[in-house]
């Protein structure tokens, strides 16, 4: 049986549905049972905070490998939200201690290798280092860009016929989908284990291709029939007063503006090669007919990226 957390999210359900669909029994964490019912369907779903390590180790029990991902998506008007990842990555932590679990699986991202300057992704770091402690064998997965992220650019795209992001135009960044995350987490859960306790491995998602903001922008008004659309690179100082006018605290839209400048810079990069496993088979144009242009119809969906 595996454990997977974060179940009712994007990369949490699709590790879900492909152990599921490998016929593994499946015990699959979120904070919501309704939302459960339709993310993690032939799973047995468990209701649990993140922050509670005994409800958390109880639904670890016994289990032969753990997916573990911290809550990536800002609380907006969080005025801490570093501690609230922490309380996460702690509680995780001795949950996975008391259960005795020895394989775990944890979703990371690029820039992970850095301790600070990386927004969230700090925490992040953080978590690579605690679950390090563990008796048990650890792979991080260092995650790119998602494409989800591209469908905050709906109404942009919209309203002014264009893309609008802090990304310098032509900086090749690792696009990656979520769903391609979660099935090689899933594999990583079930396959050999190359890692050890005390030796933890660390394997970097570069999706299909790396591309620039202004490549992404060509091949979305391509495929949406919008000849005209262009990208856009928001000034800092922009891209913040617009995250606070859309209710994001004044910490939360600093974290948000930290990435941009670390990305920008490099100080947020990919470090391995691009290799056979490093590639996810998702294109950007698969992403853009299948989940930007019906939310370009309807509207983006409300659930977090990862």
């Known amino acids: 049986m595996y454990v997977v957390t974060g179940a009712t999210g994007r990369t949490g359900s699709a590790v879900v549905d492909e152990l599921v669909r490998a016929g593994h029994g499946v015990r699959a964490l979120g904070r919501s049972a309704r939302g459960l019912a339709s993310a993690a369907a032939g799973a047995e779903p468990v209701v649990a905070e993140p922050t509670d390590a005994q409800a958390l180790a109880a639904a670890c029990h016994g289990a032969e490998g753990v997916y573990v991902m911290v809550q990536p998506n800002y609380i907006p008007d969080s005025p801490d939200f570093a ?8 509680a ?3 949950a996975l201690a008391a259960a005795g679990v020895r394989r775990v699986v944890t979703l990371s991202s690029w820039g992970a290798d850095q301790e ?8 992040l770091h953080r978590l690579e280092r605690r679950t390090n402690t563990l008796d048990a064998a650890v792979t991080h997965l260092r995650a790119g860009y998602f494409m989800e992220n ?4 709906v109404e942009s795209i919209r309203r002014d016929g264009r893309v609008a992001a802090p990304f310098t135009p032509d900086l090749p960044m690792p696009f990656i989908a979520a769903e391609d995350v979660g099935r090689a987490a899933a594999r990583h859960l079930v396959g050999p284990t ?3 306790p005390g030796a933890p491995e660390v394997v970097e998602l570069h999706g299909e291709r790396d591309l620039s903001m202004a490549e992404v922008t060509s091949v979305i008004g391509r495929l949406a029939d919008l000849p005209g659309l262009r990208y856009v690179q928001q000034s800092i100082e922009r891209f913040v007063a617009e995250q606070r006018a859309a209710g994001a605290s004044a910490n939360v839209a600093g974290l948000m503006a930290e990435v941009a400048r670390s990305i920008n810079s490099g100080h947020i990069a990919a470090r391995q090669p691009r ?8 294109t950007i144009e698969t992403f853009v007919v299948h989940g930007l242009l019906p939310a ?10 990862r």
């Open 116 to 123: 600070a300057g990386t927004g969230p992704v700090a925490g």
């Open 296 to 305: 370009l119809r309807t509207g983006p969906p409300e659930q977090a990226a």
């Open 275 to 282: 290799s056979a496993a490093t590639t996810t088979p998702t």
């Open 92 to 94: 995780m932590t001795v």
């Open 83 to 90: 501690a609230h990842q922490h309380r996460i990555v702690e």
């Open 194 to 196: 190359p890692a050890r």
């Open 150 to 153: 591209l469908l905050g650019q």
